[in-house]
T-cell receptor, first 113, second 111 residues
Framework: EPEVTQTPSHQVTQMGQEVILRCVPI?????FYWYRQILGQKVEFLVS????????KSEIFDDQFSVERPDGSNFTLKIRSTKLEDSAMYFC???????????FGDGTRLSIL | GQQLNQSPQSMFIQEGEDVSMNCTSS?????WLWYKQDPGEGPVLLIA?????ELTSNGRLTAQFGITRKDSFLNISASIPSDVGIYFC???????????FGGGTRLMVKP
């Protein structure tokens, strides 16, 4: 069964550094998402992306965050200057427009030191 | 923003027992989804519900989309040890829109 893949599985970064999290959505999907989950808390929406532009974003997704689909397969989340509170699991998800639900990758654990 | 209240927060049950958990919202959703998350992994879709009143089963799992569109429940019958994990409800307004997640129900099953 097709799946969403995310790399790396764990990223350790110094505070203030830039980090890029990578995702390969399911190949025929059109909508792409990033969510985050702080340890022990609920999954929170960050941003959705469709037709090469952001369609929705949450208050968490401030100017430090950006997303890109650099080619036909990858979908990336960049945090420009990481803060301690950015430490979390970051999940990528994708869906087909035909009312198919969102399918999640296994996440990248981001640890900011 | 929209909030989903999920209960109970945790359950510790004996293998073979049935389990019920639910989510309520102050606003309506057009789609309700139930996911399961195992440690170190992403949420895995269990059941998707698209119509108010809809009752859908997936093996031992049954979920319903409330008539008011503001609630949903998930039942697991005859629980087994591999049912252990965190179950999340999620609401969505339209296809392609963000998911709003509940706080999760941590299920523990005693063999």
């Amino acid at each position: 069964e097709p799946e969403v893949t995310q790399t790396p599985s764990h990223q350790v970064t110094q505070m203030g550094q830039e980090v890029i999290l990578r995702c390969v959505p399911i190949s025929n999907h059109l909508y792409f998402y990033w969510y985050r989950q702080i340890l022990g808390q609920k999954v929170e929406f960050l941003v959705s992306f469709y037709n090469n532009e952001i369609s929705e974003k949450s208050e968490i997704f401030d100017d430090q965050f950006s997303v890109e689909r650099p080619d036909g397969s990858n979908f990336t989340l960049k945090i420009r200057s990481t803060k301690l509170e950015d430490s979390a699991m970051y999940f990528c998800a994708s869906s087909d427009r035909e009312l198919q639900p969102q399918h999640f990758g296994d996440g990248t654990r981001l640890s900011i030191l | 923003g929209q909030q989903l209240n999920q209960s109970p927060q945790s359950m510790f049950i004996q293998e073979g027992e049935d389990v019920s958990m639910n989510c309520t919202s102050s606003s309506i959703f057009n789609t309700w989804l139930w996911y399961k998350q195992d440690p170190g992994e992403g949420p895995v879709l269990l059941i998707a519900l698209y119509k108010a009143g809809e009752l859908t089963s997936n093996g031992r799992l049954t979920a319903q989309f409330g008539i008011t569109r503001k609630d949903s429940f998930l039942n697991i019958s005859a629980s087994i040890p591999s049912d252990v994990g965190i179950y999340f409800c999620a609401g969505q307004l339209d296809a392609g829109n963000m998911l709003t997640f509940g706080g999760g129900t941590r299920l523990m099953v005693k063999p």
